[in-house]
């Protein structure tokens, strides 16, 4: 039987899944590594600690599915977007790689959007964020000239592990949209960009599709493995567009809620015209010539686990919200921003804080409870508005994934906040799966992305929205739409 393998490089850990012909899986396992947060808004990882992990982790699949020395066909990884990994030219690590969660890039970030302003939104479809690779570049040459005086080429996380398997330098065009610095109308490296900033053409990667052909694994990792044959490695892409993949987000009408720490509210775009004037991000889909535009809560899950640690860290999230069904749609007048960390949708700003608003003596915590889902789901609810608004989008459906999919009485409140159907996978397997997708169309197996999710993908329960329900968000979400305006200038920055 043949296989292929899918990894996920994620913020804080990796995730491989072995998969069949027939889509099943045959093992999933993870492995983490360390999260170095040097001081306030830094974030770095040694990309020698994911070199660890894979190779743990391919030891750890040989050993419980041995036959994959003989059967493993191709492998293709998911990473984290935006993260900088710097190599000299002997292609040795420069230093720890920054992530795309770290946010000392404020002033790089002004500085972009003060030289390229509409330039840049024109070439690249977004507008200058911390996140983004290219204000990261920066940092570096201002702040660490040796180490840029000595840097010979760029990757992003999952490009470097390709890297390490193959020996050859690439990046796929969805991770590459990440970076600001990718022509996305042209579909090459923007020369403007990179000559603003002193960028050479042989420090870019090379641009290749997400299920192009990277190489195949090295002959030292081939036989140091025991690999019987040659292992063909994919293009691979950004996780966010993995994840879309690999819930079936690739036609018009669908749209993916996806609830972590963070939150993403992502749709699928035909073309790279549509303008959000940099009030959503748009980007490469892991599709040829295919987009995704996509708007983010930074404190989605996160807000919940807030909550729960602060004021019920004694019992169990399944006691935390077991008796929110019995709370009516608004919380009884209690309204939850979850602006905790700043907010990215539709805002953009990373100094307002989150709130309650309309505590009543009466409110108990189930209270609190709902209010925080709904506070979470509003949020999302404004990137849906933003690409119904300026895109014309009609949803008829949305797949909920993440911590957002794994309470029912949450999965029904999505689809009233949205006033669209929610539905759920049966196999929620992340990014990871994505990758294996796009392994298994890179080894032929399948003539297209698109012919291979009816193998892979497959749906759960369905959640309509309840007329009674829909007909009150509107009017709490109405209100909750005023609370940003009213309290940005009371918060003490």
């Known amino acids: 039987m043949s296989y292929v393998l899918g990894l996920d490089l994620g913020t804080g850990s990796f995730k491989g899944l072995l998969v069949n012909q027939s889509g099943k899986v045959i093992v999933s396992q ?108 920066l940092w570096i040459q201002e702040n660490e000239p040796e180490i840029w005086a000595r840097a010979q080429h760029f990757m992003l996380p999952k490009d470097y592990l390709s890297y390490y398997l193959t020996n050859n330098i690439q990046i796929d065009y969805s991770d590459a949209a990440g970076t600001l610095l990718l022509d996305i109308d042209q579909g090459c490296w923007s020369k403007e960009i990179m000559t603003a900033y002193d960028l050479s053409d042989d420090f870019m ?39 879309a993949l690999g819930a079936g987000i690739i036609s018009e009408g669908i749209g993916m809620c996806s609830i972590g720490t963070s939150g993403v509210f992502l749709s699928y775009e035909a073309d790279a015209q549509k303008n959000y004037y940099g009030k959503l991000h748009l980007f490469n889909h892991v599709l ?12 989605a899950g996160d807000s919940l686990n807030w909550f729960k640690k602060t004021f019920a860290a004694e019992i169990s999230f399944g006691e935390l919200l077991k ?6 749609p608004g919380s009884d007048g209690l309204i939850f921003t979850p602006y905790i960390v700043g907010e990215r949708t539709p805002y953009f700003d990373s100094q307002i804080r989150g709130s ?26 404004d990137s849906q508005k933003l690409m119904e ?25 999505q689809a009233d906040i949205f006033n669209t159907p929610i539905v759920t996978l049966k196999s929620e397997q ?34 309509q929205p309840k007329a009674k329900n829909v007909a009150r968000y509107q009017e709490i979400y109405e209100i909750y739409r005023q609370i940003y305006p009213m309290t940005a200038n009371l918060i003490s920055k």
Request: glycine share 10%.
């Open 323 to 328: 008796e929110i069904d019995t709370v009516v």
């Open 389 to 413: 608004s300026v895109a014309g989008k009609k949803f008829k459906k949305i797949v909920s994934v993440g911590g957002g999919a794994k309470n029912s009485n949450w999965l029904q409140m």
């Open 356 to 381: 309650f608003i309309g505590i009543d003596r009466h409110h108990e915590l189930k209270h609190f409870a709902r209010s925080v889902l709904e506070g979470i789901t509003f949020s999302l609810k």
């Open 30 to 137: 993870a492995q983490g590594y360390p999260l170095k947060t040097l001081k306030a808004g830094f974030s770095e990882q040694s990309p020698k600690d994911w070199l660890l992990a894979i190779d743990d982790l391919l030891a750890r699949l040989i050993n419980e599915v041995p036959d994959i020395i003989d059967q493993l066909e191709g492998i293709s990884i998911s990473g984290q977007m935006h993260s900088l990994v710097l190599i000299d030219k002997s292609g040795e690590v420069l230093r720890d790689a920054i992530l795309w969660n770290d946010v000392r890039t404020t002033k790089q970030c002004q500085r972009i959007m003060e030289e390229m302003g509409e330039k840049l939104l024109k070439i690249t479809k977004n507008i200058a964020l911390e996140g983004f690779t290219l204000p990261k570049i």
């Open 430 to 463: 992340g990014p990871a799966l994505g990758a294996a997708i796009l392994a298994a169309v890179g080894c032929g197996w399948f003539n297209s992305l698109e012919e291979s999710i009816n193998t892979f993908v497959s749906y759960g329960i369905q959640y």
């Open 205 to 243: 990667p090379k641009l290749i599709d997400s299920t192009g052909f990277r190489g195949y694994l090295t002959e030292r990792i081939q036989k140091f493995y025991g690999f019987k044959k040659p292992i063909k490695v994919f293009g691979g892409g950004a996780d966010n567009a993995c994840a």
């Open 288 to 299: 040829a010539n295919r987009y995704y535009s996509m708007g983010v809560t930074l404190a």
